[in-house]
């Protein structure tokens, strides 16, 4: 009974996660005109919510592990719910922009302990299709975010889209509260140097990448100096706040560059979707919701499936099938222009097959790849892959937009065809981070299961030979 507990708490925490990350881009006009914002704090209001997630989250794990995973977590539902109630009261820009800052940090915190939770809770046959579940429940959050935000102000405000994740915050919690286990690791001196350098390393680096102009830039080299400091200071301090020693093994390198790579090109291409029937063919705000759930709905379908396949078929395998179709559909909506919207929705079928399958099996690959004490850092560092995938697409996007269409508005048929050409770029390049990622899953396939493919190359050969001889 606990088990499915866990499972569940999870699922919901992932779901109003993404919710609460993704649904403010559509409230932003009112929430600006209601709370007087000006221009560069309509940036903010996203911009410190993933400056907050980025940074927090491998300081963080090393809290969570030594002072108890359900604790902890527990803790992090308080924060959340506050950090909400301080958006639904908010009175002023400033209030809502420090509500947003505790919405990172408390959702980075939640993403790291809800994949400790069910790997430390459930056995290890029961991981894949747990984080199956969870992997849908994220999807569903993000893809639907922009639909909840939408319906609930049509119908009411977005201060009630706030509201309406109060209750659920209080049923996680008491449902969390209900468990009786407990999971904690040797505490020992937290790393405050170095949490210090890495938290001002990947704020400095997120919104480098968000903004990506002079400052932009300018930001991005800054970090990665600071990023080589951290790297030295983390090898001298005896208790560090991320092992550095899990960089060594390319398997695990591999697991979170295909994270990173799913949330890269998957997130992106609903904008670069969105975009091309919103201002290219003019339909509706309705009807591309209604093809924006396409993808969606069958990931959620496969989801689970590809967490119950992982007991029978390497997670690398089916996680580099699924980059396969994640890289068809991004050649294809890289030439959608050229072709009707049955094309489209052809793609967003490749799309969904891709993003379902290849969820629950690549955490769980990167995940049990690790002993027990480093799993606080192998959740961290997932989470993070995940999340800096989504902002440095994100960031190139509005880069490869800046250069093609300045001064342009959307919607002018001058610029449709300036339009089309950044989306695909950007999708051309989506179509190559795919590629790189299903050729580096399979490759780990082959090199590190060495003694496995030479059975089966000798196997191979003995058939073949038998066969030549029969014909002969």
Not at 30 to 40: G, P, T, Y
Not at 317 to 330: Q, T
Request: aromatic content about 14%; glycine content about 6%; charged content about 15%.
């Amino acid at each position: 009974m606990e088990d499915k507990k866990i499972v569940i708490v999870a699922a919901l925490t992932q779901l109003i996660e993404q919710l609460i990350c993704n649904m403010t881009v559509v409230a932003l006009p009112q929430i600006a005109i209601d709370l007087n914002f000006n221009i560069d704090m309509m940036m903010w209001v996203n911009m410190i919510y993933l400056c907050s997630l980025v940074a927090f989250c491998i300081p963080g794990a090393k809290i969570i592990s030594q002072y108890g995973v359900k604790k902890s977590t527990l803790y992090c539902f308080i924060l959340l719910f506050i950090s909400v109630l301080i958006s639904i009261f908010a009175v002023n820009p400033y209030l809502f922009l420090l509500s947003r800052g505790i919405q990172g940090l408390s959702c980075a915190l939640l993403s790291v302990s809800i994949y400790m939770l069910i790997v430390n809770d459930l056995d290890e046959e029961e991981v894949g299709p747990a984080l199956g579940i969870v992997g849908s429940a994220g999807y569903i959050g993000m893809l639907i975010a922009p639909s909840f935000m939408g319906f609930t102000m049509f119908f009411t405000s977005w201060r009630i889209a706030f509201l309406i994740f109060i209750p659920i915050i209080l049923i996680l919690f008491v449902l969390l509260r209900g468990v009786k286990k407990e999971w904690t690791t040797e505490k020992q001196k937290i790393d405050n140097l170095g949490s210090l350098i890495y938290v001002v390393t990947m704020a400095l680096l997120a919104y480098g990448i968000t903004i990506l102009d002079e400052w932009g830039i300018v930001l991005v080299v800054a970090s990665l100096i600071l990023l080589i400091l951290f790297v030295k200071v983390e090898k001298r301090v005896e208790n560090p706040i991320y092992n550095l020693k899990l960089l060594k093994d390319a398997r695990y390198v591999i697991g979170n560059y295909a994270a990173m790579a799913a949330y890269f090109t998957t997130t992106i291409a609903f904008s670069a979707i969105t975009f091309y029937l919103l201002y290219i063919h003019q339909y509706s705000e309705f009807f591309i919701g209604l093809i924006l759930l396409i993808a969606p709905i069958i990931m959620v379908g496969l989801s689970g499936f590809s967490g119950r396949l992982t007991k029978r078929i390497d997670p690398r395998i089916i996680s580099g099938v699924a980059m396969a179709f994640i890289f068809a559909s991004m050649l294809l909506y890289s030439f959608m222009h050229h072709f009707t919207l049955d094309y489209v929705i052809f793609a967003s079928v490749l799309q969904g097959i891709g993003a379902g399958l290849f969820s629950a099996p690549n955490n769980k690959y990167v995940l049990t790849l690790v002993d027990v004490e480093d799993l606080p850092d192998a959740s961290s560092l997932l989470s993070t892959s995940k999340e800096f995938g989504k902002i440095l697409s994100g960031g190139i996007y509005t880069l490869i937009f800046s250069i093609f269409i300045v001064g342009g508005q959307l919607g002018d048929s001058s610029v449709n065809h300036l339009l089309m050409l950044s989306t695909h770029i950007m999708m051309m390049l989506n179509a190559v981070v795919a590629f790189s990622a299903m050729a580096l899953l399979f490759y780990s396939y082959t090199k590190y299961e060495l003694e496995y493919n030479l059975r089966t190359v000798a196997y191979i050969k003995r058939v073949f030979s038998t066969w030549v001889k029969d014909m002969f």
